[in-house]
């Protein structure tokens, strides 16, 4: 029976997810495809081959050339920033009439790096999966890009990822960065500048009564969950992704005027700014309803004690996502299937919608 080799080139935390559910799904249904082969940097080979020495479906080998030439479906999961390096490293020994994709969650400077450096004859079809290595892929979106590639390789890749359990989303390169964009870029932003508030005050917010109990909660956690992971990812989204920057620049301005409106004491002005966006960005027929849960439920995941008496917060980082929005013309609901979480969305249209802010 003939079967088809996986190749993985970039073993760090998405690379040994991806390897190890692939193996496992592989070797348990051989219909599908029979073996793994992967690399990383030259200096991890030892220590890569040590830790998958039990696996009988795991290969390990010392570069990309090597994963290259004897693999029929290679996935890069390296950074963004680069990419095309290794692609322009290993790109020319990939096997003919393979298909190549890329595991980035930004896909113009990965496609462009594709169509670049790999043969003509290759197909290219890359992915996303949309959470991280320690989360069960079940039911989570995976974002399917058949960017050069006949509808029969498209199937067969399909088949490939099936074992996850994910659910695929049909998307163009473009589209997935104008999504993600549209999504993450103005949520990460807010609550990277967040960390990096507090960082810069040298504080523990948990530590703080203005920072402990209710949507507070939220913020803080939300926050270390983002920077828990591996900086490369937000930097890439940032960075390198042609619709993130113009968000970028305009959350920066949004942050500037509200804030200028709050020193100067323009309650009115303000308050009618922040319910205009927040009537323009988020869905009709939530006006009169409690988007937010109970101070007594969020009271449960707080860091630190919950005070008599809460200081009050602006609450400026979220706010200036909403206005961001507005004046971005962006909708993030529609693109729900992209997104990070939706707590950061209920968060802040809880207070645009907020009749007493």
């Not at 193996?23 to 990383?40: C, E, K, L, Q, T």
């Not at 030259?42 to 009988?56: D, H, I, M, R, V």
């Not at 930004?106 to 320690?134: M, Q, R, T, W, Y």
Request: proline share 4%; aromatic share 8%.
């Amino acid at each position: 029976m003939e079967t088809t080799a996986i190749g993985i080139i970039g073993m760090g935390d998405m690379g040994r997810m991806y390897a190890k559910r692939l193996s496992a799904a592989g070797w348990s249904r051989p219909d599908r495809f029979s073996r793994v082969n992967a690399a990383d940097r030259a200096e991890n080979y030892e220590t890569l081959k040590a830790q998958f020495a039990g696996s009988s479906n795991i290969h390990v080998y010392p570069n990309g050339h090597l994963v290259s030439r004897i693999s029929d479906y290679i996935i890069y999961s390296v950074e963004a920033k680069i990419l095309n390096a290794v692609v322009a490293q290993y790109g020319p020994s990939t096997k003919q009439g393979a298909i190549v994709g890329g595991q980035t969650s930004c896909k113009a400077p990965e496609i462009d790096a594709f169509e670049k450096h790999l043969p003509s004859d290759v197909e290219i079809i890359s992915c996303h999966s949309l959470h991280g290595p320690n989360v069960d892929p079940k039911g989570q979106p995976l974002v399917l890009i058949q960017h050069r590639a006949s509808d029969s390789s498209f199937a067969l890749v399909e088949k490939i990822l099936s074992c996850f359990g994910s659910q695929h989303v049909y998307l163009t390169a473009e589209q997935h960065d104008r999504i993600t964009a549209d999504t993450q870029a103005v949520t990460h932003a807010a609550f990277l500048s967040m960390g990096t508030a507090w960082r810069a005050n040298n504080q523990f917010p948990w530590e703080l009564n203005r920072y402990v109990g209710g949507i507070e909660n939220v913020k803080i956690n939300l926050t270390l969950r983002i920077y828990s992971s591996k900086w490369h990812v937000y930097a890439g989204l940032a960075i390198m992704n042609p619709w993130a920057k113009d968000q970028i620049k305009q959350y920066a301005e949004s942050v500037t005027e509200l804030f200028k409106l709050m020193l100067g004491g323009h309650r009115e002005e303000l308050a009618k700014r922040i319910h205009d966006a927040g009537k323009a960005v988020f869905k009709e027929g939530t006006g009169d309803e409690s988007l937010l849960l109970e101070d007594e439920v969020l009271d449960r995941f707080s860091l630190g004690k919950v005070p008599l008496e809460k200081t009050p917060n602006n609450h400026l980082s979220l706010l200036a996502m909403v206005d961001c929005w507005w004046k971005m013309g962006i909708v993030p609901y529609d693109h729900m299937i992209c997104s990070t979480p939706v707590s950061p969305y209920l968060g802040a249209e809880g207070l645009a919608k907020d009749a007493d802010i």
